[in-house]
């Protein structure tokens, strides 16, 4: 039974990612609001994106680190770029953020224009792993930042990405699929980001309406925050910038429903519910969980 089991999900995994239609050159021209663009794998989207010819709104929390990334996309060829640095922990930010977008990449033309092929949203808000970071303040803050900005930010571009017949790429992680120790409020905002574009996938095909949205389950964050945040917490490595940001655009311009970077994370999550002691051991792999981290 187990080796009729492996075989099937070798045979899913290679049916998955052996198909791939990507076609560089659809997305030259295209338009694309990326947040989270000014370090790690955001910053490598926004070159990738530059490099393919994309016109580009970025936006992130620093305006001195988003005011280099613009200059070098320039430098690779980007038709157009322009920022706008902006804090998702506002409320009222979201809103400023996608009206800009419009406004540059669609002439004016308002919320309810064609002004967006892509919004992809990628920002983080993070905090030090710990049960310290179970407090109600901190967790209010993570929910703001890490979901419900993506919910604004989806339904005020939802419009006009209908119009263009667009895409929404979420750059998630594989604590919104497995719960893990001592990631209690961050995974429930990515929990939670799973569930709501999960739904709405569903309610754009009962509507018909042509919005591809894709999932994107990703390994640590490859910048010096991220590491520094769960340290002595977990083992595993940061995804590599470039690969799993090429990874995130393929899936995107595919209308891929998920991205798993790592492919392995996919095993994971198809495990997750059932074989309780497999998922158990991969887990113990991934993360090295001692007293002393909860301290």
């Not at 290679?14 to 790690?40: I, K, M």
């Not at 280099?68 to 430098?75: D, E, I, L, T, Y």
């Not at 322009?82 to 004016?108: C, N, Q, T, W, Y």
Request: glycine share 10%; aromatic share 10%; hydrophobic share 45%.
């Amino acid at each position: 039974m187990k080796v009729l089991l492996l075989t099937g999900l070798g045979a899913l995994f290679f049916s998955y990612y052996w198909d791939d239609n990507f076609d560089p050159a659809g997305l030259q021209g295209a338009r694309v609001l990326l947040t989270g663009a000014s370090a790690g794998i955001g910053e490598e989207l926004a070159y990738l994106y530059a490099r393919l010819g994309a016109h580009l709104v970025l936006t992130a929390h620093t305006e001195a680190l988003l005011q280099k990334v613009v200059g070098n996309c320039r430098k690779l060829g980007a038709p157009k770029v322009f920022f706008i640095a902006a804090d998702m922990a506002s409320p009222e930010v979201p809103e400023r953020v996608v009206r800009f977008a419009l406004d540059k990449l669609g002439e004016g033309r308002g919320l309810d224009s064609g002004g967006l092929d892509y919004l992809v949203l990628n920002h983080l808000g993070a905090t030090p792993s710990g049960t310290r970071s179970r407090s109600v303040q901190a967790t209010r803050w993570l929910l703001q930042v890490n979901f419900l900005s993506y919910v604004q930010l989806t339904s005020l571009a939802l419009p006009s990405l209908t119009d263009s017949k667009g895409s929404l790429v979420v750059v998630s992680s594989l604590l919104g699929h497995v719960p893990t120790s001592f990631s209690s409020p961050y995974s429930a905002a990515k929990f939670a980001l799973d569930g709501f574009f999960g739904s709405l996938r569903r309610e754009l095909d009962v509507q018909d309406v042509n919005v591809a949205i894709t999932m994107c389950v990703l390994g640590l964050r490859d910048r010096a925050s991220t590491a520094e945040g769960v340290r002595g917490v977990t083992r595993a490595k940061a995804a590599p910038g470039p690969k799993a940001a090429l990874a995130v655009i393929r899936g995107g311009a595919t209308r891929a429903p998920g991205v798993f970077y790592p492919w392995h994370f996919h095993l994971l999550c198809l495990l997750r519910g059932w074989l309780p002691h497999p998922r158990a051991w991969f887990i113990r792999q991934e993360l090295n969980v001692t007293a002393a981290a909860a301290a």
